[in-house]
T-cell receptor, first 114, second 114 residues
């Protein structure tokens, strides 16, 4: 069984400040981890994924995530937040590298304050 | 990245009618597609796995006679909500992936049952 947890329902950050959205995972075997973003009444957009390799993964729109095996975490980060980053962020895990079904966390609403 | 479309984007229907939602992979073939349901301010819940040329696999608690899935071609899966009721009102999202690649999500369909 695999699962991901997002401990924060909402994160508020001032524009220009660094942001972190937290995610922890519990998977058997090698973890396949993802971050997606959802804007209101829209589908999900892929940001980045960790399959194997470097622990620091760079993705779309300046986002990156750090895979930490000892802490079983995969936090999403960005050095300087934009107001347009305000959205709902989902951490997810998957079997088989992501081309099989995906299990989502509960989501974290990011609010970037001008 | 790959593109997945859904039609319609929004539908309003009367209680007791059936509604069909289409999910298309526009620039790749997908032997497997996934259907998710999202309630307001909640995460995505996997409903079923749609398999081209064979029966869909439903998650526990999802009524297969209520949510009919047909995956008739490598680029099209349809979800039919039969005899819809107000409690079926939700945001339905499909996903698909090119072989060995990440899941890409459609823009979603907002169903409102009056």
């Amino acid at each position: 069984a695999q699962s991901v947890a997002q401990p924060e329902d909402q994160v508020n950050v001032a524009e220009g400040n660094p942001l972190t959205v937290k995610c922890t995972y519990s998977v058997s075997g090698n973890p396949y981890l993802f971050w997606y973003v959802q804007y209101p009444n829209r589908g999900l957009q892929f940001l980045l994924k960790y399959i194997t390799g470097d622990n620091l993964v760079k993705g779309s729109y300046g986002f990156e995530a750090e895979f930490n095996k000892s802490q079983t975490s995969f936090h999403l980060k960005k050095p300087s937040a934009l107001v347009s980053d305000s959205a709902l962020y989902f951490c997810a895990s998957a079997d088989g590298g992501g081309y099989q079904k995906v299990t989502f966390g509960t989501g974290t609403k990011l609010q970037v304050i001008p | 990245g790959a593109v997945v479309s859904q039609h319609p984007s929004r539908v309003i229907c009367k209680s007791g009618t059936s509604v069909k939602i289409e999910c298309r992979s526009l620039d790749f073939q997908a032997t497997t597609m996934f259907w998710y349901r999202q309630f307001p301010k909640q995460s995505l819940m996997l409903m079923a796995t749609s398999n081209e040329g064979s029966k869909a696999t439903y998650e526990q608690g999802v009524e297969k006679d209520k949510f009919l899935i047909n995956h008739a071609s490598l680029t099209l899966s349809t979800l039919t909500v039969t005899s819809a009721h107000p409690e079926d009102s939700s945001f339905y999202i499909c996903s698909a992936s090119p072989i060995g690649d990440t899941q890409y999500f459609g823009p979603g369909t907002r169903l409102t049952v009056l």
